[in-house]
C-alpha cells in the first residue's frame, strides 16, 4: 500500500526531481502510518497482498473476458426475436473464509452483464440472471476457482 500511495503522490505531481521524492517519502509514511493505525491495514496484509497479486491480475483478466462474453450474450439475447428471455433467481453456496473473498465474487457478477447479485448471506449467494442461460455453471466458474485459489495461502 506504500508503494501506491508513493506512487500516486508522483503521478499526482507530474514531475519527478529530489524534493518531490522526498517530500512525497514523508508524506506516504504518514498517511501510510495512518491506514496502519487507524483503518486496520497492516505490513503483515501488505505482504500477503502483493504475494497475491498475481492471483489477483489473473481474476481481473478473466472478469474482463467474462465482461466481453456477457455483453455478447446480452447483446444477442436483446437482438433476438424468436428467443424470449427466461428470468432466474438462482441460488448457490461458495464457502469463502475471507470477507475479500465473498465481496470480490458478488461484485464480479454484478459487474457481468446480465446477472445481478442480490445478496451475499454467509456461505449463500443469490444471483438474478436475465435468461436462466447465465445461471449455468455459476457455483463452479472461473471467479469462485480463483478466489479459492486466492484465500489458499491467507
Known amino acids: 500500500m506504500f508503494i501506491l500511495f508513493f506512487l ?5 505531481n507530474g ?16 498517511v501510510y502510518w ?7 491495514y497492516s505490513i503483515r496484509k501488505d505482504l500477503i497482498l502483493l504475494k497475491k497479486s ?3 491480475i489473473w481474476f481481473f ?11 455478447w450474450n ?4 436483446v437482438y433476438s426475436v424468436k428467443y424470449e428471455p427466461e428470468p432466474a433467481v438462482v441460488y448457490f453456496k461458495a464457502s469463502f473464509r475471507t470477507r475479500i473473498a465473498r465481496v470480490l465474487l458478488a461484485n464480479s457478477i454484478t ?16 444471483v438474478h440472471c436475465l435468461d436462466k442461460t447465465f445461471s449455468e455453471g455459476i457455483e463452479s466458474s472461473d471467479f ?4 479459492y485459489r486466492f484465500e489458499e495461502g491467507i
Request: aromatic residues 12%; charged residues 15%.
Open 61 to 71: 483478466l478473466v472478469l474482463m473476458k467474462e465482461i466481453f462474453w456477457a455483453n
Open 8 to 12: 500516486f503522490w508522483v503521478v499526482l
Open 144 to 147: 469462485v476457482r480463483i478466489l
Open 15 to 30: 514531475k519527478l526531481n529530489i524534493e518531490i521524492v522526498l517530500f512525497g517519502f514523508a508524506i506516504t509514511a504518514a
Open 74 to 77: 446480452v447483446l444477442k439475447l
Open 111 to 126: 459487474l457481468t452483464p446480465g446477472t445481478i447479485s442480490v445478496s451475499a448471506e454467509g456461505d449463500e449467494f443469490c
Open 54 to 56: 498475481g492471483i489477483l
Open 34 to 40: 495512518f491506514s496502519c493505525r487507524c483503518l486496520d
